[in-house]
């Protein structure tokens, strides 16, 4: 057993900033799905209403607690509020009334994670409206052509905003009341993903080519009025600067070498999230780079941003060993267990890859063992309890 001489706080923010630690921290990417799964309810009692008075984030817990703990959350089920008037606030309006979810649509198989509807919400014509109006007040103008529902009021708006700034400051300190750390507040999108989720991915991708420069003017927009957003519902977590854990977690995942040529990479996906986060590591906040597909070619690029700035999240698809070899003395790794590991192998297999991750990936510093995306809700329990006690179990290097 490892001689644990850091908080799990000391030993996260050692990991970012490729300082030396006891061991390697352990912090999965979990959601309430597979907690409530472990305690045998299913996601389409939850989404059909038969789970009510079953607190998720308490399934968490008692979850941590049945494995005696972990390091810290990617993220909580809850994030703090946007600006009532944000354009942000508009787009995830779109988006999650964009979801299907199983017990509830009969497209999506049962007790599947919510299934995202792509379809095409935006035109062409609209660039041109967004570059002369900015994508303020063409999300508000737009918002129920979008989701087909009339927004709420700006009071509504704003009730709801602090009722779940509340919840995510409540599970929070749940979570450090039992020593654990919540490494971002707010969550969202690189410009590109998002764009490209309006537009859909085969018009998208055509738009490349066919009006490259609208495209481009169109996200430095997104970049510019959306940074500022970001960054306001992540100061709602109220925690200390600089370094301030939580940070902002950014999703991205259309702009890797699994969709897109290093060329157009360099146009339309990386100036942006450069400059985010850039801007965000100026204000004191650390950006989770959670990269779903293969970003193995776009490594190289990240040593453009500032050192210990970014935790570069990846999910079992980017070759994480030729990562770490890249970006061993410039930014911290986090991952990647693969779902297919946690709900299909053994522990044995489990223990044997964790290990091979911390004697390669986490050897001295810069790695967070972490799952590979969202912890899967059909996890075998003795699987993921392999994965915490190898981390608090396993360190040769120290």
Known sequence: MIKETMTPKQRILAAINLEPYDRVPVAPLLSTSFPLAHKGISLNDVYQGKARGVDGFQALLDMYDEVGGWDGLPQLAMTPALPPESPVYHFFRWYYSSLRYSGLDKHVSDDSSPQFTEKEVITPADYDEIIRVGWKKFM???DQ????????????????????TAE?????????????????????????????????????SLDLYRRPEKVKAVLSLWTEEFAADYLAAAREAKEDHPYGIPGILMSCERG???????????????PHIKKLVETWHAAGYITTLHFD??????????????KHSAIVELDGTT?????KEILKDHLCIMGDVPAQLSALGTPQEMEAYCKKLIDIVG????FILSTGCEQPPDTKFDN???MINTAKQYYPHG
Do not use: H
């Open 140 to 142: 508000e103008d737009n």
């Open 293 to 306: 597909t293969n970003w193995t070619l776009n490594m190289p690029y990240l040593l453009q941003l500032p």
């Open 363 to 366: 050897k001295n510093t810069g």
């Open 145 to 164: 052509r979008l989701t087909g529902k009339t927004p709420p009021p700006v009071d509504v708006r704003i009730s709801r905003g602090k009722a779940a």
């Open 319 to 323: 070759d994480i060993f030729k990562a």
């Open 168 to 204: 995510y400051i409540r599970q929070r300190a749940l979570l450090e009341k039992k020593g654990g750390v919540c490494l971002c507040g707010f969550s969202g999108m690189d410009p590109q993903m998002a764009l490209s989720l309006l537009r859909t991915l085969p018009q998208f």
């Open 256 to 270: 890797s070498g699994s969709y897109m040529s290093l060329k157009n990479f360099e146009q339309f996906v990386w």
């Open 384 to 386: 993921f309890k392999a």
